[in-house]
């Protein structure tokens, strides 16, 4: 099992750009208060409700694998709320938090029968790192505000490319806390290329740092179209995350973690 | 001799449909030739129109293709003393469903994921439901439902919004009696609990929970669910009142409770006299 990293703050290795978001957040009380209000609102009530009937709750009886390495996982983030934890039918890779005071996690049923217990406790570790971050709090703050300016395109519009942009740049926090979950950056690399579109047996088969090398954009056209279809992105191309993890990882910042939070 | 461990069983929808649902049948049935109506126009419109559909776009499972699934299909349509058969249809598709459409000629679209999850027996089991739909006229619910879209907007103020309602609980209902069909052509609570919770749970998890369990860890979920009170009772009734698919955890309380009222020892002991 991964080893414990006590006292650890997503701000010790969140991206610089998710870090200013969330801190301009915190500064405006107003929005603060409404999206806790929201948050109770749509995730606790409406949110949880559809869960309970309609998905199927994880527990300690009915799946001790899974339920054992979420625990596990809050205790190496340091994250003192063990979350609800439903499984729903999807073949996507991600799992998906919901809910600040109250969280939930929908794991597909893709994740849950195909993944190892490496691989979960990357996956979990990145949407544990997204509850402990409250970047569910900011998601919902940015989709409010355009929502209520979606009929001002020149207020709504530059304001989308802003989300977008630290949408792409929470993912890489996400990415962060899911290697510090794991501890084991083949993991994450064979997470991140499964998510590019290898299937997981490849994935498991290539080198990442081969994987690396290979993945280059040589052709100014395509790196302009590139740019300009980042714009409006999201999630985050999965080859640029694998490339932006392996360069925090290689910086060092990861060893300087664990060294400043092992127990 | 069945294969299919039927018992040589003989079922009859009515003895076992879910009130709510045998009430609306029996609603439309009280108007004398509207059925037979209702019939004509699907076969000359929708069902054309579907039928053109589902051939040109998926596959059908012929008999030469699947006899286990054709020797299964008739034996259920045995059980329920029909020679009333479903064409069958695969849609590729990664989510998991089984629909059964079609008053004049019934037919059902099954998807790609689910065929190729399912073990035999819960094959089996699900197609014993196909026939026990047809045979409580779900596929009328299915018409009547596309008439009132087709009609939307053109009905006076509410008239609309009501029907929509009772055509949308309806639908929800129907799902209680062919939950019911599975239970009792398979005689086994489990299965058909797990048929109920497939494709919502892993693997693993529906291996764990003990589904026939009394206070099972989903028995305590659903319970959760269904005793939701304020305003979280509120958002669920609000939720359930305008969606046609029912709640999982409805349904496996429903059937849970049925089980254990003794109706189901009745409807399996009545099947058995024959």
């Known amino acids: 099992m991964p080893e414990q990293l006590t006292g650890l703050q997503v701000e010790k290795f969140a991206h610089p750009d998710d870090l200013a978001a969330m801190r301009s957040l915190k500064k405006i009380k107003a929005v603060d208060k409404a999206t806790s209000y929201l948050e109770d609102l749509g995730d606790n009530l409406y949110f949880r409700m559809s869960m309970l009937g309609k998905c199927v709750r994880i527990m300690p009886e009915n799946d001790p694998r899974v339920y054992q390495i979420l625990q596990d996982v809050c205790n190496i983030l340091d994250y003192d709320t063990v979350p609800e934890i439903y499984s729903i039918r999807s073949y996507a890779l991600d799992i998906q938090p919901s809910g600040v005071k109250k969280p939930i996690l929908l794991v597909p049923d893709f994740v849950l029968n195909n993944y190892d217990d490496s691989l979960l406790y990357f996956n979990l570790g990145r949407a544990v790192t997204r509850l402990k971050s409250g970047s569910l709090k900011l998601y919902i703050a940015a989709q409010t505000l355009m929502i209520a300016t979606s009929s001002v395109d020149w207020i709504s519009e530059p304001m989308k490319l802003g989300f977008a942009n630290w949408m792409r740049k929470s993912e890489l926090t996400a990415d962060r806390g899911g290697l510090l979950a794991c501890q084991n950056i083949q993991t994450a690399m064979v997470y991140l290329m499964n998510k590019a579109g290898a299937t997981l047996a490849d994935a498991k088969k290539v080198s990442y740092l081969d994987y690396i090398e290979a993945y280059k954009i040589d052709n100014q056209l395509a790196a302009v179209g590139k740019s300009l279809q980042t714009l409006t992105n999201c999630t985050g191309w999965a080859n640029d995350r694998i490339k932006e993890l392996f360069v925090w990882y290689a910086s060092g910042r990861y060893d300087d973690l664990m060294e400043e939070f092992l127990a | ?274």
Request: aromatic share 12%; glycine share 6%; proline share 3%.
């Open chain 2, 1 to 274: 001799m069945s294969k299919y461990n039927c018992n040589n069983k003989r079922l009859n929808v009515a003895e076992f449909q879910h009130p709510v649902d045998r009430k609306a049948v029996n609603a439309v049935l009280a108007v004398p030739g509207f059925e037979e109506m209702l019939k004509y126009v699907s076969d000359h419109s929708i069902e054309r129109v579907y039928s053109f559909f589902n051939s040109s776009s998926m596959l059908k499972i012929s008999n030469e293709m699947s006899p286990k699934i054709h020797q299964m299909l008739e034996e259920a349509a045995q059980m329920y003393g029909t020679d009333v058969i479903p064409d069958l249809y695969l849609q590729r598709n990664y989510e998991y469903f089984i629909d059964l459409d079609g008053m004049a000629k019934p037919y059902v679209v099954l998807s790609s994921a689910w065929l190729e999850a399912v073990d035999d027996q819960m094959l089996w089991a699900v197609l014993t439901a196909q026939i026990a739909g047809i045979q409580a006229k779900h596929g009328m619910i299915e018409f009547i439902g596309n008439i009132l879209d087709f009609t939307k907007g053109m009905l006076p103020f509410g008239v609309d919004a009501a029907l929509d309602v009772a055509i949308k609980e309806w639908k929800r209902s129907r799902v209680y009696t062919t939950d019911r069909a599975i239970l009792l052509a398979t005689e086994n609570f489990e299965l058909a609990a797990k048929c109920i919770l497939f494709g919502d749970a892993s693997n693993a998890v529906l291996e764990g929970i003990g589904l026939d369990k009394p206070d099972n860890t989903y028995y305590q979920q659903a319970q959760e669910f269904i005793h939701r009170s304020g305003a979280e009772g509120m958002i669920q009734k609000v939720q359930t009142l305008f969606s046609s698919n029912q709640w999982i955890a409805s349904r496996y309380i429903e059937l849970y409770n049925w089980y254990f009222s003794g109706e189901y020892d009745d409807v399996l002991e009545g099947s058995l006299d024959v």
